[in-house]
């Protein structure tokens, strides 16, 4: 496998300015067993925080809701004060319950206390980007966001939120964001067996806007195929690495955000940039 270099794989969404290398780090999992509470070894996640941004990462994804507050925390005791080019994409739009339960958090009070615990417990007097989290635990619901995004709307113009994002949206509801404001990115489930985007991706694709998988390896079960473990063999790469490679090669917009506790893993990750796959993998890979 050549090495990986982030120069060759960058995407600046349309008049936004942020130059963003594509493979970046997904944080959720820097917090204890379901995103509650402190991890097991804080120290180990510090390092694999510094170890990203040694790799040429430069975008990490993180939530005030996971911990809660401890995720924030522990990426500010890794690397503020930030480097220049670290752009931290944060979420907004759920709190989590006393029982470890995800709740919808959506009020213009509940917004503005969201944004403000990301700026405390980052450090920051301003948020680079961030993610309307839209109601619906399995997916998109399709109701309207128009309420909740205009208490963004009103942050931004205060000078708190330099971009704003969607998450867990489908075509309908981006539309109707854009009928209110310039949206950088969307944040949605997607992978290689759990493609129902794929129309929405190659639509924002057209408009310069930056389309970002979660569970891109597939969440807390991790992708299993054969045609996978096959094509990996091929490569003398893992499966995880084809998953995210094809990701890559999927569409120009496409940013990546795995996260792990590991600094192995991170750097496994990390160098899946550097692989290409061929017609014959991409067809073997299509089938699943």
């Known amino acids: 496998m050549h090495a990986y270099s982030p120069a060759h794989h960058q995407f600046t969404p349309s008049a936004c300015g942020i130059v963003f290398n594509r493979i970046g780090y997904g944080a959720m999992q820097l917090a204890g067993p379901h995103v509650w509470g402190p991890p097991k070894d804080r120290a180990a996640a510090v390092a694999v925080l510094r170890e990203a941004i040694e790799l040429g990462v430069n975008h990490i994804d993180t ?28 979420k907004v739009g759920f709190v989590r319950g006393a029982d470890q339960s995800w709740v919808p958090a959506a009020s213009r009070q509940q917004l503005r206390d969201a944004v403000h615990d990301n700026l405390r417990n980052l450090g920051l007097d301003a948020l680079d980007v961030v993610n309307l989290r839209a109601p619906g635990i399995a997916g998109a619901d399709g109701s309207s966001i128009a309420e909740p995004l205009s208490t963004l709307m009103q942050l931004q113009q205060e000078g708190l939120v330099r971009h704003i994002g969607l998450s867990n949206v489908d075509a309908k509801q981006v539309a109707e964001a854009q009928q209110m404001t310039r949206i950088v990115c969307v944040q949605n489930h997607y992978n290689l067996t759990h493609r129902t985007d794929d129309a ?89």
């Open 63 to 90: 939530s005030d809701f996971y911990g809660p507050h401890i995720t924030n925390q522990i990426i500010r005791e890794a690397l503020h004060p930030y480097r220049h080019d670290l752009t931290i994409v944060t």
């Open 200 to 288: 929405l991706i190659d639509a924002l694709a057209a408009q310069g806007i930056a389309y970002v998988p979660f569970f891109p390896l597939g969440g807390f079960t991790p992708l299993q195929s054969g045609a996978l473990t096959r094509v990996a063999h091929a490569l003398q790469a893992t499966p995880m690495q084809i998953a995210l490679a094809w990701l890559l090669q999927r569409a120009p917009n496409m940013l990546v955000i795995p996260g792990t506790s590991s600094v192995a893993h991170l750097r496994e990750n990390v160098a899946a940039g550097a692989l290409r796959l061929d017609t014959a993998a991409l067809t073997a890979l299509g089938t699943l």
